[in-house]
């Protein structure tokens, strides 16, 4: 019975070293991996226009699609693009949903605790935006006020850290309905990229303005940690490509401005 018994736990414990498998090749991808399967499932999000959008097919588009295109293309691979929102990037990649993301995500330290950045393919301003009628020029001005922003983004993480006590932080789902709230009255300002800016200004113009910067952020294309091997050859894509003016095209195309210098 001893001996039958202790053939049985080999044997479970076999089979969950085989079940775990699986995990710790994909925590382990290269790109020869990669190459080998021949495709490369990027996460990539629809919402955050002109990064992020949909075509009139209702399929992915936005310079960060057409980033994860030219990745593909450069490696001689299928690309297969899965769609993201905020919350699920990164779970997603940690996960193994995708190989990548290439999901409009800021480079910032508590981030990189959970995920491998490569260096910056995007960037992007981040303001406070607000009705003209409002008089603010610092962030000490928006003590009494309310002020929307995207719930953990970016923009959330610099807004709370500038507002002073006495701000009413409103956190909204995405930039879409941040921006509607301050639109229809519910804020006073957002704090939002000046691409969500520029959209408000086409849609009403002259009722808002940028009052000041609250962060400059980088994007990088991100992946689980310890693939090295992912991280240099994508960090050697992103080199070859902004050196051939690759991206600053992609860029032009989108967003109608060069690519900024990148840190």
């Given at each position: 019975?001893?001996?039958?018994a202790s053939r049985r736990a080999l044997l479970v414990s076999g089979l969950a070293l085989a079940?775990?498998?699986?995990?710790?090749?994909?925590?382990?991808?290269?790109?020869?991996?990669?190459?080998?399967?021949g495709e490369i499932t990027v996460g990539v999000m629809v919402d955050v226009p002109p990064f992020a959008t949909?075509?009139?097919?209702?399929?992915?588009?936005?310079?960060?699609?057409?980033?994860?295109?030219?990745?593909?293309?450069?490696?001689?691979?299928?690309?297969?693009?899965?769609?993201?929102?905020?919350?699920?990037?990164?779970?997603?990649?940690?996960?193994?949903?995708?190989?990548?993301?290439?999901?409009?995500?800021?480079?910032?330290?508590?981030?990189?605790?959970?995920?491998?950045?490569?260096?910056?393919?995007?960037?992007?301003?981040?303001?406070?935006?607000?009705?003209?009628?409002?008089?603010?020029?610092?962030?000490?001005?928006?003590?009494?006020?309310?002020?929307?922003?995207?719930?953990?983004?970016?923009?959330?993480?610099?807004?709370?850290?500038?507002?002073?006590?006495?701000?009413?932080?409103?956190?909204?789902?995405?930039?879409?309905?941040?921006?509607?709230?301050?639109?229809?009255?519910?804020?006073?300002?957002?704090?939002?990229?000046?691409?969500?800016?520029?959209?408000?200004?086409?849609?009403?113009?002259?009722?808002?303005?940028?009052?000041?910067?609250?962060?400059?952020?980088?994007?990088?294309?991100?992946?689980?940690?310890?693939?090295?091997?992912?991280?240099?050859?994508?960090?050697?894509?992103?080199?070859?490509?902004?050196?051939?003016?690759?991206?600053?095209?992609?860029?032009?195309?989108?967003?109608?401005?060069?690519?900024?210098?990148?840190?």
């Amino acid at each position: 019975m001893i001996r039958f018994a202790s053939r049985r736990a080999l044997l479970v414990s076999g089979l969950a070293l085989a079940m775990a498998l699986p995990a710790f090749i994909a925590s382990a991808q290269t790109m020869a991996d990669i190459k080998k399967k021949g495709e490369i499932t990027v996460g990539v999000m629809v919402d955050v226009p002109p990064f992020a959008t949909t075509n009139a097919q209702n399929q992915p588009d936005g310079y960060d699609a057409d980033v994860a295109r030219l990745l593909a293309k450069d490696w001689g691979v299928k690309l297969n693009m899965v769609t993201v929102t905020g919350p699920n990037r990164i779970p997603y990649v940690l996960t193994n949903k995708v190989d990548t993301l290439v999901a409009v995500l800021a480079i910032t330290p508590e981030r990189s605790k959970q995920v491998q950045f490569s260096t910056p393919y995007s960037a992007a301003t981040i303001v406070l935006y607000g009705t003209v009628k409002t008089p603010i020029k610092t962030p000490a001005d928006l003590k009494g006020l309310r002020v929307g922003v995207t719930r953990a983004s970016t923009q959330d993480v610099a807004l709370t850290a500038a507002a002073p006590e006495g701000t009413e932080i409103r956190r909204f789902d995405d930039d879409s309905s941040a921006m509607q709230a301050l639109i229809s009255g519910q804020v006073d300002a957002i704090g939002c990229p000046t691409i969500v800016a520029n959209q408000i200004a086409k849609r009403v113009p002259g009722a808002y303005e940028e009052k000041f910067v609250l962060r400059q952020q980088f994007m990088g294309i991100v992946m689980k940690p310890g693939q090295d091997d992912l991280l240099k050859n994508i960090n050697e894509f992103v080199a070859r490509n902004t050196a051939n003016g690759e991206l600053n095209k992609l860029y032009r195309k989108w967003l109608g401005v060069d690519l900024p210098k990148m840190q």
